[in-house]
């Protein structure tokens, strides 16, 4: 499918100085935001209590997160597991209360319910260790990924793509979680597995691209390493936004309809495909044009002994 009759003549080249600026605002807010005030992170990070109940029927999660809300639990994470009638809640360490008075507070809170009998099943908790630890290979899994595909590209393409690929990710990586920062969303495990999912998609997005530039260097006799790009990154448009956007539907529908539990995870894919479809257009290859590329970098190597067969009469 196709969105355009005929190959756009977008000059994404022409506006790379803006895009530089707008990205470079991005990622200065967004490092002083991580700098400033952090990530606002999870229990899976810090650490809390894990209360697990069973209800006689079938309940709603709804009312379940209203009272806990009305009596100041309001960071409360209720979801169900198994059947409707389960329910575990996530709460967040209390200073002031032991975890046998919190577990205590919130079954007192729930069976003001009469109508739907409700027993305590089990009460767990989750050291700060662990979210520490949690942090690092988190962390540690981000550079593993940037550095594998640093490697990757650089094999398969040229060092100034896979500069160039890498810059765009790590601005993708940045950036959202700027945007955690600053509007301190709540960053767990799950918006941990978005982030990494960013980087998959974002990487794919760019090689398609680049794969073009290539076969375009190669291709065309005349036109500077600007016009190239700009002609690939054309060719390639109708691709990158039908792949966007539909993703974005699929990401919109969990963000609606997929419950408290993946809210988090579909709120970082969705500014993942955003931030992913512009740095493939603005970031990936302007980097690679600043960096110096030319057609002379991709062009096949001459098989020896090629001259002597084509001289022959």
Known sequence: MRLFKTTPTFDFMGRRRTAFLVSGVLLLVSVASLAVQTLNFGIDFTGGTLVEVGYERPVELEPVRERLAEAGFTDAVVQHFGTARDVLIRLAPREALSQAELSDQVIGIL?????????LRRVAFVGPQVGDELTEQGGLAM???????????????????????????????LIVLGLFSVFQLEFDLTVLA?????????LNDTI????????????MRKGSPAEVINRSLNETL?????????????????????????????TALIMGVIIGTYS??????????????????????????????????
């Open 238 to 266: 109708s691709r990158t936004i039908m792949t966007s956007l539909t993703t974005l539907l699929v990401l919109v529908a969990l963000f609606f309809l997929g419950g408290e539990l993946i809210h988090s995870f579909a």
């Open 111 to 119: 069976r003001r319910d009469a109508s739907n009998p409700v027993e």
């Open 194 to 202: 978005a982030v990494l999912a960013v980087i998959g998609y974002s």
């Open 280 to 313: 493939s257009l603005y970031v990936a290859s302007p980097v690679t044009l600043a960096l110096g590329v030319s057609k002379a970098d991709l062009m096949p190597p001459k098989k020896e002994g090629a001259e002597a067969v084509d001289d022959r009469p």
């Open 143 to 173: 550079l593993a990924a940037l550095g594998g595909i640093l490697i990757y590209v650089m094999v398969r393409f040229e060092y100034r793509f896979a500069l160039g690929a890498v810059a765009a990710l790590a601005h993708d990586v």
């Open 208 to 219: 398609v691209v680049f794969d073009r530039v290539r076969e375009n260097f190669r291709k």
